[in-house]
């Protein structure tokens, strides 16, 4: 029993990351109706800012994190200026082209600047500690409660709040939000910032557990697309309990069939939802 | 109030609306009828600042407002409740209203008052607030739609055929409330394929045939065309 506890812990760690890239993604989804292919490299991005702040300028883990997602959030909001922004009036195709463009550069960029060998992330939050009779690493409980908490503030600031609003209007109708006086250029670059810093944020706690190396993004990306299938495109509790629904899956079938095996689970669930349920899992009534 | 003036728009090399002037006096109601694809709803997308023009001029109380973008145009006092309604459809009805007071969301007390006043005037989008707008009758939605544009407290509101989808009894109530939105201060142009209860709520008229103003005139004179009575109105 104790060790099916520690089984899910491990799979909260991994589904808020998870969660997190889903959420950028999902969000960008709703502006571009595109999904964001250069999401991944975004994260990777996060991992080497990070990674370069604490070692070349010797910041704090947590100062470092902060910036990581300042810089990544305004890459990502110079990438909607730039490249997506531009396309707005060609057909989808061009944004996918495009989107695959930057994922590419990105990678090469990073392998240019910090080459490609696996890098370790130190972290202050390597200690162990104990937790009613269950160990792990502060590291882990730091990811799990970090991700609680941006979740609650993101929540509250797109229910609750009539610029956060904005991204959902927009995602659901864009003409609908420029009628009633929603200045839509402002809200895709905030959109993409919020994207850029989570997936940095995600890259940032996960990189001390995964390394760093120039396709660190690759599953992480494939598995947020698995994701936010199921969940349906677009949808942010979708996104949420998708992630975690993942990370449970890969911990539990890590240990119970095969370590080995445990990022095919990610697309047996989705072959599988799929099949059952075509319009993903969280697709309330009243969506067209 | 609002002119159009020589104001030509097109969907590529196609030209949809053909040197068209059209002038909406302050506190009147203007409508602009026409049979399907005569151009009306590109004269209100053009208005709203979603469509660009290629020829003329829009001129908003002294300004030229037509290079502007559509959020400042609707920051400016112009609202459109628009073809298709354009609803939020997986946010509630009272979300819906709320986005409506965008422009005005610094001023809580301004919106409580416009959110009593449009459920008084709608009272099922009261009843049905916390439902999602997607789950509401197309006539439902409509009212929502139209409650939506009057969040912003528009001075002047267009609406595109307001009366499309509803039952016979309550277009007959619609054009009611329209008269009386009007009444209580907000110029109105109205886009319709039902003329006669257009006409007679309607100061004056624009007849729009193949994208350029075939016939206009103040409502009677209207009325008392036999062309426009005889393709628009019926007996
Ligand atoms: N996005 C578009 N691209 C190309 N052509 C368009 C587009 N929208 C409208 N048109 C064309 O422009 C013309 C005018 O259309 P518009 O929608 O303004 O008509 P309308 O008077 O509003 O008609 P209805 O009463 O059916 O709503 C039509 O011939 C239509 O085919
Ligand atoms: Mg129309």
Redesign the interface.
């Known amino acids: 029993m104790e060790f099916f506890i520690q089984q899910l812990l491990n799979g909260l760690t991994v589904g808020s990351v998870y969660s997190l890239v889903a959420l950028g993604l999902t969000l960008v989804y709703g502006i571009l109706h595109i999904p964001n292919f250069a999401h991944g490299a975004l994260y990777m991005m996060g991992g080497y800012v990070t990674l370069t702040m604490m070692s070349k300028s010797g910041l704090p883990y947590w100062l470092a994190i902060v910036i990581s997602m300042i810089v990544i959030g305004t890459l990502g909001v110079l990438l909607e200026r730039l490249v997506f922004y531009p396309l707005r009036d060609a057909p989808p195709l061009h944004d996918k082209i495009a989107a695959i463009g930057i994922l590419l550069f990105l990678e090469a960029f990073a392998q240019f600047v910090w080459g490609a060998d696996y890098q370790t992330m130190p972290t202050p939050y390597g200690k162990v500690v104990n937790l009613f009779g269950l160990t792990l690493t502060a590291q882990r409980l730091l990811i799990i409660t970090s991700t609680i908490a941006i979740m609650v503030l993101l929540y509250f600031f797109l229910k609750k709040t009539f610029i956060g609003a904005t991204i959902i209007a927009m995602s659901q109708n864009r003409e609908g939000a420029n009628l009633v006086g929603i200045n839509i250029n402002k809200v895709a670059m905030m959109t993409f910032m919020i994207s850029g810093s989570l997936a940095a944020l995600a890259a940032s706690l996960a990189s001390p557990i995964n390394l760093v190396f120039p396709g660190m993004g690759h599953l992480v990306i494939l598995k947020a697309f698995v994701i936010i299938i199921l969940g349906g495109m677009g949808s942010v509790p979708g996104a949420i309990i998708g992630g975690y629904i993942l990370g449970f899956s890969e911990s539990l079938g890590a240990t119970y069939i095969s370590n080995d095996y445990k990022d095919i689970i990610a697309f047996v669930i989705l072959v599988i939802i799929l099949t059952i349920k075509p319009t993903g899992l969280f697709v309330r009534r009243g969506q067209s | 109030m609002l002119e159009l003036r020589n104001v030509s728009v097109q969907y590529g090399s196609f030209t949809a609306v053909q040197n068209v002037n059209i002038h909406v006096h302050e506190g009147e109601i203007v409508v602009l009828l026409g049979s399907n694809g005569a151009g009306k709803s590109t004269v209100f997308r053009t208005i709203?600042g979603?469509n660009k023009l290629s020829k003329g001029e829009i001129v908003f109380k002294g300004n030229r407002i037509d290079r502007y973008?559509?959020?400042r145009i609707?920051?400016l006092g112009i609202?459109?409740c628009?073809e298709g309604?354009?609803?939020?459809?997986?946010?509630t009805v009272y979300?819906n209203l709320?986005?409506?007071a965008?422009?005005h969301?610094k001023e809580k007390e301004k919106i409580k008052q416009s959110l009593n006043h449009v459920y008084e005037l709608f009272p099922i989008l009261k009843e049905k607030r916390n439902d999602?707008?997607?789950?509401l009758s197309g006539g439902q939605q409509q009212m929502l739609a139209i409650g939506?544009?009057l969040?912003?407290r528009p001075k002047l509101l267009l609406l595109d055929e307001p009366s499309i989808g509803l039952a016979p009894l309550i277009v007959e109530q619609m054009f009611q409330i329209i008269k009386q939105i009007n009444k209580e201060g907000t110029t109105i142009l109205l886009a319709e394929q039902n003329a006669h209860a257009a006409l007679h709520i309607a100061h004056k008229g624009y007849v729009f045939e193949n994208g350029t103003i075939a016939v206009q005139g103040t409502s009677q004179e209207l009325f008392a065309n036999d062309n426009v009575h005889k393709a628009y109105i019926g007996t």
């Open positions: 709203s979603l973008s559509p959020d609707v920051q609202v459109q628009a309604r354009k609803l939020f459809s997986r946010m979300e709320l986005m409506g965008y422009i969301r999602l707008a997607g789950a939506r544009a969040m912003s």
